[in-house]
């Protein structure tokens, strides 16, 4: 049996599975996020407690020899833990957004574009770089308590296993790693004024690190490996390694990734490159910051059920009757395929006659449309996966055909987890099968028809757009 973790932002999972990739169980806990203020932090022990719990679930429901683990989870953000891994305060997460103003005054004088020219990753104020600044200008003491700056599956892989604080080339892909040669690039550290607090950067482990768990929530001498972190994760989990081949995770996050063997550091500075367990492959990546969270807010503010996403859909055409959703909800703006510290979501063409339907529609296209915007920016030339939890509707499936105007590799499941385990089993030379391991569920077909009318509609969206951005630089 082996076994994945997959440590969310807003759900921690784990997954049991046989040697073809089948699952055996699969258990999931919730994890609280406190949005105040523009700052969006999470309970590290809250956290923790979550992967143990449903560790101990997933291995009782499937009480068989484990022969391995894996561990992936959110990237981004500071996890700030002292020299016994323990928290030193709140997480601050990738949804963080108080140091805005940081990455504005970056944005201005040009140490923005400076870093992306080094390191290929565009900063955004839930990201480490400016997170620790703020940090440093208003919160000195955590760090000089904080034995290291983590990510959250290096505290994990640390509380797990009793190891050194480590982290490996993927999460340590923004902002300070040099795609070229994988190692921090001490001139960025320079930049961002935090070349004092240099110490507080983990060891990166090239390939991932591995070691034995101490027997909680797995049995003690469990062999696991940590990372990459949850975007590759799924990539490999997707089967997503071939150059111009691309993923799209519809998640809390909306993420687009393209394999690449292509370092093109010219372009807008936007999304990053994710180093993989391959020397000269990487992923292209435009995390967009808010996925099914935009329409998880439209559900509860009108009051729909989940289940009822899929009947909704259906009694409204496409174009929504004229009303229109730019879907950038996150209270730290956009960060892909452009960086937009102050951009918010915008919802148009609403009247007294539009409908819950209305409302659910435009929202599940103008999330269609920054998926396209994000993949096209990442240089699509493959086929695409889909994943996450949106795949779990599927009319929103077959609408997202029709925006993207390509067929989708649905995988289903727990492709983070699934992805582990086979970065994992690579790591151990623990031979599986990747193809049955990554196989599709279903593959989506889009409509004609209705991709001829959304690839007009998304030349209107890419307008509104550019408006909403000229706005946004005004405030």
């Given at each position: 049996?082996?076994?994945?973790?997959?440590?969310?932002?807003?759900?921690?999972?784990?997954?049991?599975?046989?040697?073809?990739?089948?699952?055996?169980?699969?258990?999931?806990?919730?994890?609280?996020?406190?949005?105040?203020?523009?700052?969006?932090?999470?309970?590290?022990?809250?956290?923790?407690?979550?992967?143990?719990?449903?560790?101990?679930?997933?291995?009782?429901?499937?009480?068989?020899?484990?022969?391995?683990?894996?561990?992936?989870?959110?990237?981004?953000?500071?996890?700030?833990?002292?020299?016994?891994?323990?928290?030193?305060?709140?997480?601050?997460?990738?949804?963080?957004?108080?140091?805005?103003?940081?990455?504005?005054?970056?944005?201005?004088?040009?140490?923005?574009?400076?870093?992306?020219?080094?390191?290929?990753?565009?900063?955004?104020?839930?990201?480490?770089?400016?997170?620790?600044?703020?940090?440093?200008?208003?919160?000195?003491?955590?760090?000089?308590?904080?034995?290291?700056?983590?990510?959250?599956?290096?505290?994990?892989?640390?509380?797990?296993?009793?190891?050194?604080?480590?982290?490996?080339?993927?999460?340590?892909?923004?902002?300070?790693?040099?795609?070229?040669?994988?190692?921090?690039?001490?001139?960025?550290?320079?930049?961002?004024?935090?070349?004092?607090?240099?110490?507080?950067?983990?060891?990166?482990?090239?390939?991932?690190?591995?070691?034995?768990?101490?027997?909680?929530?797995?049995?003690?001498?469990?062999?696991?490996?940590?990372?990459?972190?949850?975007?590759?994760?799924?990539?490999?989990?997707?089967?997503?390694?071939?150059?111009?081949?691309?993923?799209?995770?519809?998640?809390?996050?909306?993420?687009?990734?393209?394999?690449?063997?292509?370092?093109?550091?010219?372009?807008?500075?936007?999304?990053?490159?994710?180093?993989?367990?391959?020397?000269?492959?990487?992923?292209?990546?435009?995390?967009?910051?808010?996925?099914?969270?935009?329409?998880?807010?439209?559900l509860s503010t009108t009051g729909v059920r989940h289940e009822e996403v899929d009947g909704l859909l259906a009694e409204t055409p496409p174009g929504a009757h004229?009303?229109?959703?730019?879907?950038?909800?996150?209270?730290?703006?956009?960060?892909?395929?452009?960086?937009?510290?102050?951009?918010?979501?915008?919802?148009?063409?609403?009247?007294?006659?539009?409908?819950?339907?209305?409302?659910?529609?435009?929202?599940?296209?103008?999330?269609?449309?920054?998926?396209?915007?994000?993949?096209?920016?990442?240089?699509?030339?493959?086929?695409?996966?889909?994943?996450?939890?949106?795949?779990?509707?599927?009319?929103?499936?077959?609408?997202?055909?029709?925006?993207?105007?390509?067929?989708?590799?649905?995988?289903?499941?727990?492709?983070?987890?699934?992805?582990?385990?086979?970065?994992?089993?690579?790591?151990?030379?623990?031979?599986?099968?990747?193809?049955?391991?990554?196989?599709?569920?279903?593959?989506?077909?889009?409509?004609?028809?209705?991709?001829?009318?959304?690839?007009?509609?998304?030349?209107?969206?890419?307008?509104?757009?550019?408006?909403?951005?000229?706005?946004?630089?005004?405030?």
């Amino acid at each position: 049996m082996y076994v994945g973790i997959d440590v969310g932002t807003s759900t921690v999972k784990a997954a049991a599975f046989d040697s073809a990739g089948r699952e055996l169980a699969v258990a999931a806990r919730p994890v609280d996020l406190a949005l105040h203020g523009g700052f969006v932090e999470q309970d590290m022990e809250e956290v923790y407690a979550a992967v143990v719990a449903v560790l101990n679930e997933v291995t009782s429901r499937a009480p068989e020899q484990i022969e391995l683990a894996g561990l992936t989870g959110q990237g981004d953000g500071v996890w700030l833990v002292d020299a016994d891994g323990l928290p030193v305060r709140p997480a601050a997460s990738w949804m963080d957004g108080r140091a805005h103003e940081l990455v504005d005054r970056w944005l201005a004088d040009g140490t923005f574009e400076t870093v992306f020219r080094r390191t290929g990753g565009a900063m955004f104020p839930g990201s480490p770089g400016p997170l620790l600044a703020w940090l440093d200008s208003h919160e000195p003491k955590a760090l000089d308590a904080a034995r290291a700056a983590l990510y959250c599956k290096d505290m994990v892989f640390q509380r797990l296993t009793g190891a050194v604080p480590t982290t490996d080339v993927s999460d340590a892909s923004m902002p300070f790693l040099d795609p070229r040669t994988r190692t921090y690039d001490n001139r960025v550290v320079e930049l961002l004024g935090l070349a004092h607090r240099r110490g507080l950067l983990a060891p990166v482990s090239d390939p991932v690190a591995t070691a034995q768990t101490r027997g909680e929530g797995l049995p003690p001498g469990t062999r696991i490996a940590n990372g990459p972190y949850d975007l590759p994760a799924c990539a490999l989990g997707a089967g997503v390694t071939s150059p111009g081949d691309g993923l799209l995770i519809v998640g809390t996050c909306l993420a687009s990734l393209v394999a690449t063997t292509d370092l093109d550091l010219t372009g807008e500075p936007a999304g990053l490159y994710i180093n993989t367990d391959r020397p000269g492959h990487w992923l292209r990546a435009m995390p967009a910051m808010v996925g099914t969270a935009a329409l998880d807010w439209v559900l509860s503010t009108t009051g729909v059920r989940h289940e009822e996403v899929d009947g909704l859909l259906a009694e409204t055409p496409p174009g929504a009757h004229g009303v229109r959703v730019l879907p950038y909800f996150a209270p730290s703006g956009e960060r892909a395929p452009f960086v937009e510290p102050r951009l918010r979501a915008e919802l148009t063409g609403v009247s007294l006659e539009s409908t819950r339907a209305d409302l659910v529609r435009a929202t599940c296209e103008g999330i269609g449309y920054a998926a396209r915007h994000c993949l096209e920016a990442a240089g699509l030339t493959g086929t695409l996966a889909v994943c996450g939890g949106g795949t779990r509707s599927p009319a929103w499936m077959r609408l997202l055909a029709d925006v993207l105007g390509r067929p989708l590799r649905v995988v289903e499941g727990e492709v983070g987890a699934r992805g582990a385990v086979l970065a994992a089993a690579e790591r151990y030379g623990v031979a599986l099968d990747a193809e049955a391991w990554t196989r599709p569920t279903a593959v989506v077909e889009p409509d004609g028809e209705r991709a001829a009318y959304y690839a007009r509609a998304y030349e209107d969206h890419l307008a509104r757009l550019t408006e909403a951005r000229d706005r946004a630089r005004r405030i």
